[in-house]
């Protein structure tokens, strides 16, 4: 029986991984540090503490991380404070239908609980979430299943009973890991035969994940 429904946010409420993309592109064009992709995608859903190991380990212990995450932050805020915060397709509609449905929602981003909060607010999104929770809440995010399993205690829920949406692969491995059921919706990376085998449904929209709830809640 399903119970609850823990939701990923960049990439799957918000459009912002594309934009973390492009100011992390940017500002290392802009700082001389070569190619970035792979740290960028290798971050996709990792916290700040689990990016540093990352990024040091890929580009050595000299990568300026400190200094190009402010940067690359500032940029980001920048351009959400001109251009708004890019929501996804269907997440309004989607959240609306569950709190009407009286299913539990959560939240489990690896982006800082203040930055989640304000996207929260800024979308006008924040009563539809019974749990919120950032990536410095727990030592490790994901990949590790830390985040999923706070959510679900503090839901009051176990684990089986709930479905994570999420879009990376990292944040599928964190929720399997949990022992939730992971629903994926891709977004800047699609899915390897690795994450394939870890899903409980792929789904190409939140609309269609909202067509795919509608006969287990």
């Not at 709190?99 to 989640?116: D, H, P, R």
Request: with cysteine; aromatic share 8%.
């Amino acid at each position: 029986m399903i119970e609850a429904i823990c939701f990923d946010m960049d990439g799957i409420l918000f459009d912002t991984e594309r934009l973390s993309v492009e100011s992390w592109i940017a500002v290392a064009e802009k700082l001389g540090l070569g190619n970035i992709e792979k740290g960028v995608y290798g971050c996709i859903g990792l916290n700040r503490t689990d990016c540093r190991i990352f990024l040091k380990e890929v580009y050595g212990e000299d990568f300026p991380y400190d200094y190009f995450r402010e940067q690359t932050s500032a940029l980001f805020q920048e351009r959400v404070e001109k251009e708004g915060l890019p929501m996804m397709k269907g997440a309004g509609e989607l959240l609306t239908w569950l709190q009407e449905k009286g299913v539990k929602i959560a939240l489990a981003s690896s982006t800082g609980q203040e930055k989640v909060l304000s996207h929260l607010r800024r979308a006008d999104f924040t009563d539809f979430f019974q749990v919120v929770i950032g990536g410095d809440m727990v030592e490790h995010s994901k990949p590790l299943p830390d985040i999923y399993l706070k959510a679900c205690e503090l839901l009051g829920v176990k684990p089986e009973n709930a479905i994570a949406i999420e879009d990376s692969p990292n944040g599928i491995r964190s929720a399997a890991a949990a022992g939730m059921l992971p629903v994926m919706v891709p977004d800047m990376v699609e899915p390897t035969p690795e994450i394939e085998e870890l899903l409980y449904h792929k789904c190409d929209s939140l609309f269609a994940v909202r067509d795919f709830l509608e006969d287990m809640l």
